[in-house]
């Protein structure tokens, strides 16, 4: 009786096989998430499951990076622009029936705010002095000052609404969201599952199921494509193997844009490099196409400075650092080091910095700069460079959207200490004028290029491959997410 | 016999407090910390610190390694730092791919290599030989990853006669041993190599003992004196070889678990050290240190068991 059970299970396995082909999705991803609280950690690896799929926030972020409205369908900010008024959809619900009411929205918010939070990015709700709900769908949230970037940072993964009551240890490993897609199964080690929420609010998603899994090795991960395991890697790790998926008519290659900004950071504070000459000498020894070339297979954008090309406020200064081995070496000898000196190039797992390092430590070589190549893995990487400000140079991709506050404060890592800078930087935050904040946004740009601080290399690509039937994948990475609410199968 | 294995089991005992002091006090000393990598190089310090109360990192060391040891003893692995689930948990899930998958190589291995081995050492010098003297020159010469890569490429990427990887969970135990096939023939491969020219100059040193000759006198034929005397006398370096190959496909097939990503206890620990999650690492080498020196106390006694003379002696 157990084997024709079997059997008939195998058939019925089969049958679903055949009709899944078009509701179901296997995608392929790198890291596993440590949990799947996007309110506790900033692995990006915890969005690139839940965000837009499983949580939602007040507003968020569209592929094109811009901030659209969420759980909230409109808002008011009151005149002093210290006063923001969120008028939630109504008939909200959470995967397991309870009604989203503006009473989760204030109790996730000052989760997030609270003394002992964990959140990884609690700078994001610094702003908030009140929260209060009105009634079930009306939340008022008042500032301590005015803050431009408001609505932008309700958007992020960190800052999802959560139902307000759950015990948030569980939430770790079985979430309970509003999303298009509610979590169904996690097999450690190998995939996260999800179903499609039948009772979405909002326009529901296409697919049925979605699977993501786990392949960290970029071999396997290459062989995994080829063999059909997965339907599509949106963030595949090995660049070198694009062009042949490109040649394949099996597969479509998606090439986007990151918030990724790849640096060669720079420590402010360390000798030689507290010399902003030597900083400068720096930026015209790096050949930013040949790194991109060398190190990324082409895929990569050159910038100048610490801001996303695609970002409307980006502001190019490439004319102040361009690539001139000649000038550095002037530049160096005018600082007092016309024979070059040696120093530390630290230089954490990822393949754009490894690779990179190789190249940059040769051009560097070349204006007369020595550099002590280390590999390090993430753990020292935080450890020595990050939290010991223990070297000369390291090469780093900033991934967060709209990073540039990190200047301002200067017990970063890299240890930049301008007065000017944070001057400039809580003015702009203050300010809720578009256009305005765009020229300070700008200004923010040319004093950190012209003082040289990093190296800046590139915007970093991102880069997929996917079965050539599939369809709505994001282009782009305005931040850590792979949406599936609007992906489909070609016929 | 008794004094024999509780001789043993006390130095079984001694061992694994040894090893719970070299393991918790040298995986302690790797630089990083599990707080900041979970956060990220955006995370203000006050929430790193207030993440670090929470997992109790803010301890003494002292303190850490004295909750770890006693929490061992009761039989509570401790809970993990990045994944906040206990550490027990994590494992059972990974050890029903580890531990099937390290048996099933063993099974493969051994049934290579027992027939080849016996072939080649009953037919000494001939081409038979010749050719199992070579293969596994090559067996064991040929890097186990390359030879997994290879493998994926031809079989499942050209053929598709398996997934390139990945574990699909017990639910169905064909789809389950399938896909633990290849890596199963991959990790094989190269332990078959050399248990079968274990085995085959084991039994040529037997062969030439004088109770074969005694055997063959007595009117044993060829094959029955190599059957019934000369394999039993050949397998105490044979079961020796066996207890650390398991011992090795348990813990040591972090690289095939890589290539075919795999959930298993070698890649649990990979992941776990690039997390600092300390607390998994140590639970976990513990447990295969624990296993491995249970499998070499159970071929101790197996040795017993082979050849009385062991017994007398210890």
């Known amino acids: ?491 | 016999m008794l004094i024999f294995t509780l001789k043993r089991l006390i130095s079984l005992g001694l061992s694994l407090v040894a090893a719970s002091v070299v393991i918790f006090f040298t995986i302690e000393i790797i630089p990083g910390d599990a707080a900041r990598l979970m956060l990220g190089i955006n995370a203000t310090q006050d929430a790193v610190d207030a993440l670090r109360v929470q997992l109790g990192l803010d301890q003494a060391m002292i303190a850490r390694y004295w909750s770890w040891v006693s929490g061992l003893v009761q039989g509570d692995f401790g809970v993990s730092y990045t994944y906040r689930v206990p550490v027990a948990e994590m494992v059972q899930g990974r050890v029903w791919v580890s531990l099937p998958l390290a048996m099933y190589a063993l099974i493969l291995s051994t049934l290579i290599a027992f027939p080849i081995g016996i072939i080649a050492a009953a037919n000494r010098g001939s081409w038979a030989d010749w050719m199992v003297m070579g293969g596994t020159q090559l067996g064991v010469a040929i890097p186990n990853f390359w030879f997994a890569m290879i493998m994926v490429n031809l079989l499942a990427i050209k053929y598709r006669w398996f997934t390139a990887g990945g574990f699909p969970g017990w639910d169905d135990p064909l789809i389950a041993m399938k896909s633990l096939t290849l890596p199963a023939f991959v990790l094989a491969l190269p332990q078959a190599s050399i248990l079968a020219r274990v085995m085959r100059s084991a039994l040529l040193d037997t062969l030439s003992e004088d109770f074969m000759r005694t055997a063959r006198a007595k009117g044993r034929t060829r094959r029955g004196a190599l059957v019934h005397h000369a394999l039993r006398n050949a397998m105490i370096p044979v079961l020796t070889i066996i207890g650390l190959q398991f011992s090795f496909l348990l813990a040591g097939a972090i690289i095939i678990e890589k290539v075919f990503f795999l959930p298993g206890l070698g890649s649990m620990i990979f992941t776990a050290i690039t997390q600092r999650d300390l607390i998994v690492v140590e639970s976990v080498v513990m447990l295969l240190v624990f296993a491995v020196i249970l499998v070499t106390f159970m071929v101790d006694i197996t040795y017993a068991l082979v050849d009385p003379r062991l017994r007398r002696r210890a």
């Open chain 1, 1 to 491: 009786m157990k084997r024709i059970l079997t059997g008939a299970g195998l058939l019925a396995m089969l049958a679903t096989g055949a009709i899944a082909a078009n509701t179901s999705i296997t995608i392929g991803d790198q890291l596993e998430p440590p949990h799947l609280d996007p309110t506790a950690g900033a692995a990006g690896a915890i969005d690139n499951v839940v965000y837009a799929n499983i949580y939602e926030g007040l507003t968020r972020f569209a592929s094109d990076g811009s901030v659209i409205a969420g759980l909230a369908e409109s808002w008011e900010i009151s005149e002093d622009g210290l006063g923001y008024t969120f008028n939630l959809h109504s008939g909200v619900k959470y995967h397991d029936g309870s009604d989203m009411t503006a009473s989760d929205v204030v109790w996730s918010l000052n989760r997030a705010r609270a003394e002992d939070s964990t959140n990884a990015q609690k700078g994001l709700f610094a702003s908030i002095e009140n929260v209060e709900a009105l009634d079930d769908t009306t939340v008022v949230v008042t500032l301590s000052a005015p803050n431009g970037n408001f609505l932008f940072n309700m958007a992020w993964g960190d800052a999802v609404v959560l139902n307000e009551g759950d015990d948030v240890e569980a939430l770790k490993t079985a979430p309970n969201g509003t999303g298009a897609f509610a979590f169904n199964n996690w097999v450690q080690g190998d995939s996260i599952t999800l179903s499609r929420n039948e009772a979405y609010w909002g326009t529901p998603a296409i697919l049925e199921n979605v699977t993501i899994k786990y392949i960290s090795d970029p071999t396997a991960a290459f062989a995994a494509v080829m063999a059909g395991d997965v339907d599509a890697f949106p963030t595949f790790p090995a660049p070198e193997n694009l062009p042949q998926f490109d040649a394949d008519p099996r597969f479509n290659v998606i090439v986007g844009s990151t918030e990724g900004e790849t640096i060669l950071s720079t420590n402010n504070k360390m000798p030689p490099f507290d010399n902003v000459k030597v900083r400068e000498a720096l930026a015209h020894a790096i050949d930013r196409n040949a790194i991109i070339d060398g190190a990324m297979f082409g895929y990569g954008i050159p910038i100048s400075t610490h801001f996303a090309p695609h970002n409307p406020a980006y502001m190019d200064q490439s004319e102040r650092s361009q690539y001139d081995p000649d000038l550095a070496r002037q530049l160096l000898a005018e600082a007092g080091f016309a024979d070059g000196f040696t120093t530390t190039l630290k230089l954490p797992p990822p393949s754009y910095a490894r690779r990179g390092g190789e190249i940059i430590a040769a051009q560097l070589r070349e204006v007369g700069i020595e550099t002590e190549v280390t590999n390090l893995e993430w753990g020292q990487w935080l450890e020595e460079v990050f939290r010991g400000k223990d070297f000369g140079l390291t090469i780093v991709s900033h991934t967060e959207p709209m990073d540039i506050g990190i200047y301002a404060n200067p017990d970063y890592y890299f240890q930049y200490d301008s007065e000017a800078f944070r001057t400039a930087y809580e003015v702009l935050n203050t300010e809720t004028d578009p256009a305005a904040r765009e020229l300070g946004l700008k200004a923010l740009q040319v004093m950190i290029s012209s003082d040289y601080v990093n190296g800046y290399l590139f915007q970093l690509a991102k880069t997929g491959v996917a079965n050539a039937n599939i369809r709505g994948l994001w282009e782009n990475a305005p931040t850590q997410a792979s949406d599936m609410t609007a992906v489909y199968w070609a016929e």
